[in-house]
């Protein structure tokens, strides 16, 4: 599969100033594939060391801090000579090993010429707790599971080269309308998890994809115990299992007293903030303002969380194939299409998405470009109505807004309506 994360990992490679890299995403998003493929496609060899499945790793690091020492025996450990420039070395699992994770600062300081790339499961929650974290001497990328268009373009090559060559104000024909929307509703079900991927594109079998979405949300729930530290765990069940009825709610917004009756922050904070580094919530701020910047204007005790995965969110939200694909209205038809904009728009943007609500007014998400600022409504149908924000246009007249439905790409006079197979090029297309 094309990973669009490839094209970061390409121009970090060139960069004279390049730090090691850290991957951070949740587990199974393809972190391990992608270091290996960019070692494989980039470099004349890549070494791979796992310090979850080799134990004896650790004690390299707990008894060296001189890089050359260390290339010296991962060269021995590998039977295959480490160059500067020509080989990637890959640590996978590196949260198990604090020690390796410190000695990255270490490479930059005295060994730069050699390239380094980091990964490791839940990582985002263990940086926060480790004193030997390297800050500012790493390099970070996020890792996603697969966005719309890497999932066309693994499903369908042909359609996929029609999609990157869709441009600004392009009238888009109905035949390559209706089958980008058919491939939406795919998606929507099958999400971007690459295991998910991988077996819709062998097997076409959709109870094989539930089958592997129930593990994935068990095998996520497992590392809550795991791998939680020193914040309760099972706060951190309590908090991903409530997600689907918080956005349920009519306003979404995320109440801890849906959790547990009686609930309060003070409860489940540190669940919630556990459950967003480790990539497996989005959170999204409402703002007081719609106004540059965003980040001044936050309530930062008034928040939505969505799961990082939709397909994962259909899956736990038990909403049936035939309701997406027969185009039916079902009660969770509009937070899932919500999760859905929310995981497209994520890394498009410098400023992540916020939204605001105030009164009777709800705009779904609010962007920030530069010093402008976009209104974005996401509707899970062809339906028109939108009244508080056609109101809010009409009243304020901002330079963008824009409607992500399934009607056709145009403009209709104070918005412009986008499908929602396009939100990923939406930064193109403004």
């Not at 980039?42 to 080799?54: G, I, M, R």
């Not at 260390?70 to 020509?86: A, V």
């Not at 990157?164 to 795919?186: C, G, M, P, V």
């Not at 980040?295 to 038990?318: E, I, N, R, Y």
């Amino acid at each position: 599969m094309k990973r669009n994360a490839m094209e970061a990992l390409k121009t970090w490679k060139d960069d004279p100033e390049r730090k090691p890299m850290v991957l951070r995403g949740a587990r199974q998003v393809g972190k391990t594939w992608l270091m290996k493929e960019f070692g494989q496609n980039y470099y004349d060899n890549f070494v791979y060391f796992n310090f979850d499945e080799e134990d004896e790793l650790k004690s390299i690091f707990k008894t060296n801090k001189n890089p050359a020492r260390i290339i010296e025996l991962l060269s021995m450990i590998s039977g295959s000579k480490i160059q500067p420039s020509e080989t990637l070395i890959i640590f996978d699992e590196i949260q198990e090993c604090p020690e390796a994770l410190n000695t990255l600062k270490y490479f930059k300081e005295k060994a730069n010429e050699y390239h380094v790339i980091a990964a490791g499961s839940l990582l985002g929650t263990l940086l926060a707790q480790l004193k030997t974290y390297p800050v500012g001497m790493v390099n970070l990328l996020d890792v996603f599971p697969l966005t719309f268009d890497e999932f066309l373009n693994a499903t369908d090559p042909s359609l996929y080269d029609f999609y990157i060559s869709i441009k600004k104000d392009q009238h888009i024909e109905e035949i390559f309308h209706n089958r980008l929307t058919d491939a939406y509703n795919i998606y929507l079900i099958i999400g971007g998890m690459p295991e998910c991927v991988a077996s819709w594109i062998k097997y076409k079998d959709p109870s094989k994809i539930s089958k592997i979405q129930h593990e994935l949300v068990e095998i996520y729930e497992n590392d809550f115990s795991k791998h939680s530290g020193k914040v309760n765990s099972g706060r951190i069940l309590m908090v991903f299992r409530s997600i689907v009825s918080q956005l349920s709610k009519p306003n979404e917004k995320f109440m801890y007293g849906a959790v547990r009756e009686g609930g309060r922050a003070r409860d489940f904070e540190e669940a919630i903030e556990w459950l967003v580094s480790a990539g497996m919530l989005n959170r999204v701020y409402n703002v007081s303002k719609m106004e540059h910047p965003l980040s001044a204007f936050d309530k930062l005790d008034q928040f939505k969380l969505f799961v990082f995965d939709t397909g994962l969110l259909k899956h736990m939200a038990g909403i049936d194939n035939t309701a997406i694909l027969l185009k039916s209205d079902y009660q969770f038809k509009g937070p899932l299409t919500e999760n859905y904009v929310l995981q497209q728009l994520r890394g498009q943007f410098p400023v992540e998405p916020r939204y605001y609500v105030d009164k009777s007014l709800e705009i779904d998400f609010v962007l920030q470009i530069g010093m402008e600022i976009i209104l974005v409504e996401a509707k899970g149908g062809e339906n028109k109505s939108a009244p508080s924000f056609k109101k809010y246009l009409a009243e304020h007249h901002p330079t963008n807004a824009i409607r992500f439905s399934k009607r056709r790409y145009r403009n209709d006079g104070a918005f412009t309506n986008i499908p929602l197979y396009l939100v990923g090029k939406v930064k193109d297309l403004l």
